[in-house]
């Protein structure tokens, strides 16, 4: 995978038309993933548990679960895709892919690696095609053991339905509304490069935008400036150019539904601060300028709905107790930012906060090593770091006698 990864990265790039700098990155560290799941396989060890029964010998041994159906969404196809596959394959399962419709191709291709790595038939193995056509089908198959799911809020209920017509497991990664909260006490400059990395990376178009910019109201006006002058010399155009900071949105009917958001907002009274409208470049492409709105309150629909694309609310709060309040005011709870140089509101935000990841004084960090996932409608289970791979294992316990009688059938021990 290392050794392919700028191939694999151009199709990800042109079918979804992120940022050549940024997916290039993200593919050459898939080979990372495999390697850390690699060397975790045979380090899965079964406890002998002390039990309270006299006359056995009790232990505990983990199974792979057997078929996982793994679901991707088109925002990051190969990177959502191997935070599944290299626990499931470590876990010794096999895996059936369905990758988005939009943004099949990738996955394709990185599937005959497998084949070229040697790896038995089977093992890896690849369906496209729509959700309702192909995902389901996968979804409710009997020989499917667990679903591993990314992507949307509705797409993810529906298949824990699906999934619990037969009791299947599940881990969803789905949307967010992630707060990205800054303290009079923080670093302004450092603050401004973590909430533009927030939301106007990858143009918005990932789940852990940290899509409501939570301001403390002393600094609200001059940090909004700050920001509106960092983002107005903003790049935008070709994903292939390494000079490009904002692509375009990956697809017409995203687009669509990000500048039917800007219209509500706008509806809504929140004021444009900067963009608000589409861009048109001159070798085409669907573009949206990078949007803040001022003015929000927490309870509007740009606040509390996830757009997946580059608008930012801010929103004023006058304290602590506030700030959380706010921050935990919505139906999802995946990631979250706090900037201060105080340790003790660092400490009681990551207390309070609830979310799957909160972020200090830095945003958007991900890796193999460390728990991923939601609180709330973000989601189930947790993807990445050491205990990811129960998510595809059974532990069964086994009762050894050491006694050479059977006691009393009549009275349960
Ligand atoms: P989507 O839910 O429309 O589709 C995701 C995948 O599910 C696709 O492969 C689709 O074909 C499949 N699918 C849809 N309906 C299905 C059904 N009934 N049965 C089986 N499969 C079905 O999502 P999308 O528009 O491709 O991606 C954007 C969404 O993904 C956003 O909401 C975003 O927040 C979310 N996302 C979440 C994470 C995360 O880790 N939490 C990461 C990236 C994206």
Redesign the pocket.
């Known amino acids: 995978m290392a050794e392919h990864a700028p191939h694999l990265a151009e199709i990800e790039m042109r079918d979804n038309g992120k940022l050549a700098a940024e997916v290039t990155m993200q593919v050459r560290y898939l080979a990372d993933y495999i390697h850390y799941y690699a060397g975790l396989a045979d380090k899965v060890e079964s406890h002998v548990i002390p039990t309270d029964k006299p006359g056995v010998f009790t232990y505990t041994k983990y199974e792979a679960k057997g078929v996982i159906a793994i679901?991707?969404?088109?925002?990051?196809p190969l990177a959502?895709t191997t935070w599944k596959l290299a626990p499931a394959l470590a876990a010794g399962c096999t895996v059936v892919i369905?990758?988005?419709?939009?943004t099949s191709a990738s996955m394709i291709e990185m599937a005959k690696l497998f084949t070229l790595a040697g790896f038995p038939p089977g093992v890896v193995n690849v369906v496209t095609g729509?959700?309702?056509e192909v995902?389901?089908p996968?979804?409710t198959h009997r020989d499917v053991a667990h679903i591993g799911?990314?992507?949307?809020?509705?797409?993810?209920q529906?298949?824990y339905e699906?999934a619990a017509r037969s009791f299947k497991t599940v881990t969803l990664?789905?949307?967010?509304k992630s707060p990205n909260i800054v303290f009079d006490d923080a670093n302004l400059e450092q603050a401004v490069k973590g909430v533009v990395s927030g939301i106007f990376a990858a143009s918005g178009q990932?789940?852990i935008a940290g899509s409501r910019l939570l301001v403390q109201d002393s600094i609200h006006d001059v940090f909004v400036e700050r920001l509106v002058e960092f983002m107005r010399g903003a790049k935008m155009g070709d994903p292939a150019r390494m000079e490009t900071q904002i692509a375009p949105i990956a697809t017409r009917p995203q687009f669509d539904k990000i500048m039917g958001y800007i219209e509500i907002a706008k509806a809504e009274g929140a004021r444009c601060a900067l963009g608000g409208k589409a861009w048109h470049a001159p070798s085409g492409g669907a573009f949206v300028e990078p949007t803040i709105f001022t003015g929000v309150r927490n309870s509007m629909r740009i606040a509390q709905e996830?757009v997946?694309g580059p608008v930012l609310c801010v929103i004023p709060f006058k304290d602590e107790s506030e700030a959380i309040a706010i921050a935990n005011d919505v139906n999802y709870g995946?990631a979250s930012g706090v900037w201060t140089q105080s340790l003790h509101r660092a400490m009681l935000m990551t207390d309070k906060i609830k979310a799957g990841t909160v972020w200090v004084n830095n945003y958007r960090a991900t890796s193999f090593t460390s728990p991923f996932g939601?609180y709330k409608r973000?989601?189930i289970g947790r993807e990445s770091g050491v205990d990811a791979i129960k998510e595809y294992l059974h532990t069964k316990c086994v009762w050894l006698s050491t006694d050479l009688n059977v006691a009393n059938p009549f009275i349960r021990r």
């Open positions: 679901i991707t969404p088109w925002n990051s959502l369905k990758p988005s419709e939009f729509f959700g309702h995902g389901e996968l979804v799911f990314t992507g949307g809020e509705a797409s993810g529906k298949i699906l990664e789905l949307g967010g990932t789940c996830e997946f995946l939601g973000s989601g």
